[in-house]
């Protein structure tokens, strides 16, 4: 079946500092991925998604490339604000059309 | 348009009690979704609906029932509630499968 695997958290950093979230997955065929974002007492929200292979979703400052040589949707940010501290989740939903959530990378930037 | 809304926000029951999570979309989404999140296991599928008419279990099905009202409205139910069934419950839509929209949740303590 379908999994998603991301970097088990927290992941800490400075403001202002360079962010990878690692992302990847197993899934027949050609999934499309998405990157999720849940802030403190929310609901999750799309941060980005990609449909196809080497497309680039971005928002925000945020970008994720989908690498199907290397099955890997990995999110980045240049600069981190304390604003984008939150729990961050890879989803993809494949030939099945059910969608197959990642366990959640929680995020704390520090002024 | 208020997107996906979820009631009650929270609640708290003692074990054996029922319940009915109620959630409602105003964007016209043909598939809706009902997950429950725990801490360290991301979210998990509990039921779904593709399309109006229909309802199919997700990865934990068992201890909740559903009903698909109309296009808007997707319930869950819990039938006898258990210590287990602590958690946050998160209601979703999408356009056939694609990015889903979540609602804010529903905080539940079973005592």
């Known amino acids: 079946g379908n999994s998603v695997t991301q970097m088990e958290g927290p992941v800490t950093l400075s403001e202002e500092a360079f962010l990878t979230i690692n992302c990847t997955y197993t899934a027949t065929g050609y999934p499309s991925l998405f990157w999720y974002v849940q802030y403190p007492g929310e609901g999750l929200q799309l941060l980005l998604k990609?449909?196809?292979?080497?497309d680039k979703g971005s928002n925000k400052g945020f970008e994720a490339t989908y690498r199907k040589e290397t099955t890997s949707f990995h999110l980045e940010k240049g600069s981190v604000q304390v604003s984008d501290s939150a729990v961050y989740f890879c989803a993809l939903r494949g030939g099945s059309y059910i969608p197959t959530f990642g366990r959640g990378t929680s995020l704390i930037v520090h002024p | 348009n208020a997107g996906v809304t979820q009631t009650p926000k929270f609640q708290v029951l003692k074990t054996g009690q029922s319940m009915t999570l109620q959630c409602a979309q105003d964007m016209n989404h043909n598939s809706m979704y009902w997950y429950r999140q725990d801490p360290g296991m991301g979210l998990r599928l509990i039921y779904y609906s593709a399309s109006e008419g229909t309802t199919d279990k997700g990865e934990v099905p068992n201890g909740y029932n559903v009903s698909r009202l109309n296009k808007r409205e997707f319930s869950l139910r819990l039938e006898s509630a258990a210590p287990s069934q602590t958690s946050v419950y998160f209601c979703a839509s999408s356009v056939h499968f694609n990015e889903q929209f979540f609602g804010p949740g529903t905080r539940l303590t079973v005592l």
């Open positions: 990609a449909t196809k292979a080497d």
